[in-house]
């Protein structure tokens, strides 16, 4: 998607749009990581106030993909960090967008991959383990599934059911 951005996106596909194909995220999201611009699959997490989960996923190889953390909107706490975006780059994300805080946020603009948060927050999450893996989650405004693809660029974030040719 290096080329096309999701302005043009959206130009090119209003058909996808009215039958729901394809969203735009309201824009809330801050961009951090030097990449601001990525895409791939979409891997759904649910969690409030606890970063466990997102530290198991980021763990794994991530094969391009895009972690999408519905942290419930908290402004309370941070449930990403550095450690798990280095190591989310060092294993292969595309990206990582948490509807909820970051912090290291230094740490995390030297990263080359992308990431989109609420805002920043010092404060760290609970360690608890809590949460749910690869369920349909709403955030700002649109729901999104499992397998869905994400397309991020400095205009928004798009949800597409199926990847599209860009």
Request: net charge negative.
């Amino acid at each position: 998607m290096a080329l096309v951005t999701t302005a043009e996106v959206c130009d090119a596909n209003p058909q996808l749009i009215v039958n729901g194909e394809l969203r735009a995220l309201q824009p809330v999201f801050q961009i951090y990581g030097r990449r601001p611009v990525f895409c791939g699959p979409i891997v759904t997490l649910k969690v409030f106030e606890d970063n466990v989960l997102i530290r198991e996923f980021l763990e794994e190889k991530g094969h391009g993909r895009v972690l999408v953390v519905d942290g419930g909107g908290s402004l309370r706490c941070a449930i990403l960090g550095g450690n798990p975006v280095v190591q989310a780059q060092n294993n292969g994300w595309a990206g990582i967008v948490v509807n909820g805080c970051v912090r290291d946020v230094d740490e995390i603009n030297g990263c080359d991959i992308g990431v989109r948060a609420l805002h920043s927050h010092p404060m760290k999450a609970n360690k608890k383990g809590i949460g749910e893996k690869h369920v349909p989650i709403t955030i700002a405004g649109t729901r999104i599934c499992d397998g869905e693809w994400l397309y991020a660029d400095t205009d928004g974030i798009l949800i597409s059911k199926t990847e599209l040719s860009v």
